[in-house]
């Protein structure tokens, strides 16, 4: 017997509630971690460890944002199929949640207090998109996951070489999202105009500010 309305808004509002707080949960793939048998090698200083632990606490923000616009989306989505993939998509990035809380653990970093804002938000995006039709929505996610991407390889950058493990999740991360908005743009999602890649290029730079410092 497949769960009722109220069942799944009480299972959706508890994820919601670990999510923001910072709570690992089991995912349908629930992999390995990145981590888990790469080298830790010396080990960050002191001033490098709570940088590496602010960069993994803008990426746990990241993905708290692509969970509320996978959840929007998909509550607005035209058709069953688009609305199956959407939430499969975010199961599978808990992966990424969880990977981020072990690095995050491992500095002594906690999450964003903004985490709370993000979510709403990103879900308000998300249903927005999915009204907007679901090619326009798998635009959305290819557009969204190809900033995800520079933003990765931004951090890649700034990752310190004595921090192999930390590198070794967001590498992984990476070619995840990549798989991900090659996934949206198959299955035949448009590219945005302009002005909307360029808004959401803005709004990124506040959630990554805010939650570096925050």
């Keep these: 017997m497949p769960p009722s309305f109220l069942e799944m808004a009480v299972q ?19 992999r390995a971690a990145p981590d888990a048998d790469a080298p830790q090698g010396p080990g960050p200083s002191s001033g490098e460890t709570q940088h590496i632990g602010r960069l993994m606490r803008v990426n746990y923000a990241g993905e708290v944002a692509a969970q509320g616009l996978y959840w929007g989306q998909g509550l607005t989505a035209r058709t069953p199929e688009v609305a199956e ?11 990424h949640l969880n990977w981020c809380i072990r690095r995050m653990d491992a500095t002594g970093v906690g999450p964003s ?38 933003h990765l390889q931004g951090h890649l950058g700034r990752l310190p070489d004595t921090d192999p493990a930390t590198r070794a999740v967001v590498e992984q991360m990476y070619l995840d999202e990549r798989s991900h908005a090659e996934w949206a743009e198959g299955a035949g999602g448009e590219r945005l105009p302009f002005p909307i890649r360029a808004a959401m290029t803005v709004s990124s730079k506040f959630l990554t500010n805010g939650s570096y410092w925050t």
């Excluded at 959706?12 to 629930?30: M, Y």
């Excluded at 938000?121 to 679901?134: H, I, K, P, Q």
Aim: charged share 20%; net charge negative.
């Design 12 to 30: 959706h509002f508890d994820r919601a509630l670990r999510t923001v707080a910072g709570v690992a949960q089991e995912g349908p793939a629930n």
């Design 113 to 150: 207090v903004l985490n709370p804002l993000w979510l709403a938000g990103s879900v308000t995006l998300g249903a927005a998109a999915g009204l907007a039709g679901d090619r326009w929505s798998l635009g959305f996610v290819a557009e969204t996951e190809r900033q995800v991407m520079n």
């Design 85 to 95: 993939k959407m939430d499969t998509a975010a199961s599978e990035e808990q992966d």
